[in-house]
């Protein structure tokens, strides 16, 4: 069933963020078992600069406004989650704390592999120094997530996170918003957070290898340099699979990311399907 607008959303600390085209509501499970929904307006850049609306653009604001956002809301859901009277960040926190998971991203996923990488080159020659140093790069992120994973509070996390999903595939094919409508769905979605991070780091194999960087400095800087236009063109894939999922070339084509969510979600119960249900029914329109 064909959708205009592509809801989604991201897991929180006992509660499921969605985003609809004018606002994004969370959904949280206090301890005494009620939940909590809070709709907010949102206030994109894309609305204020047209332009940036364009393709492969919208991918990086998309992707730096959900970072933002994702701070507001985890930090919102956690009070919640305890029983505390809600904290709000300031401005400046909510910027220090983006750069930073930014700058850790950028340490964990390019200077390492990448200095990993350059290393090799009295060994291997040019090709296989890219190729070594994207798998290195998948390698990591995957020991991330079944690292963190190992936690029993990012167990609860990826259990909303499938709830999420589910949601989402039950509204997208037309099915009442009921828990037993839909436990019944897959706790996979193509559009996926996690796929999208899959195509990121596939995508930097293929465009890395046209850069000639002789020295060590050139080749960290270049990589950095290019992540906008390899998460825009992320962005741009992720939109297109999600409205062709059925297309069996695109099922081969997305195959590895859903595989991939197997790591980053989990069954949720039915207390957390009634959660995320409560989150998408407030940014419906």
Not at 9 to 16: L, M, P, S
Not at 132 to 158: H, P, S, T, W
Not at 176 to 196: D, I, M, W
Request: proline share 4%; with cysteine.
């Amino acid at each position: 069933m064909f959708k205009s607008f592509q809801y989604g959303g991201q897991a929180v600390i006992e509660g499921v963020m969605m985003r609809g085209p004018k606002s994004l509501a969370v959904a949280v499970r206090k301890p005494s078992g009620d939940i909590v929904v809070d709709n907010r307006q949102l206030h994109s850049w894309t609305d204020r600069f047209k332009f940036l609306k364009l393709p492969f653009l919208r991918g990086v604001v998309a992707l730096f406004e959900s970072m933002v956002w994702g701070v507001q809301i985890l930090t919102y859901s956690a009070s919640l989650a305890e029983d505390e009277e809600e904290e709000s960040l300031s401005d400046q926190e909510i910027f220090f704390t983006v750069v930073l998971a930014i700058g850790l991203a950028v340490l964990l996923f390019v200077v390492l592999p990448t200095t990993a990488a350059h290393y090799l080159k009295p060994y291997l020659p040019s090709v296989w120094q890219n190729i070594f140093e994207g798998i290195l790069r998948i390698a990591i992120f995957v020991c991330y997530v079944v690292g963190i994973g190992r936690m029993k509070d990012i167990q609860r996390v990826f259990q909303y996170h499938g709830a999420e999903h589910k949601v989402i595939n039950a509204y997208e094919a037309g099915e009442n918003l009921t828990v037993e409508a839909v436990q019944k769905y897959t706790t996979r979605h193509p559009r996926c957070g996690t796929s999208f991070m899959l195509f990121v780091l596939v995508l930097t194999i293929f465009l890395y290898s046209f850069l000639n960087t002789p020295d060590i400095l050139s080749r960290i800087v270049s990589r950095i340099l290019l992540l906008p236009l390899i998460a825009g063109i992320a962005y741009e894939i992720i939109k297109w699979s999600g409205n062709h999922a059925g297309n069996p070339l695109v099922k081969i084509l997305i195959a590895p990311g859903l595989w991939l969510q197997s790591l980053t979600t989990s069954e949720p119960d039915d207390s957390q399907v009634e959660v995320a249900i409560a989150a998408l029914e407030s940014v419906l329109e």
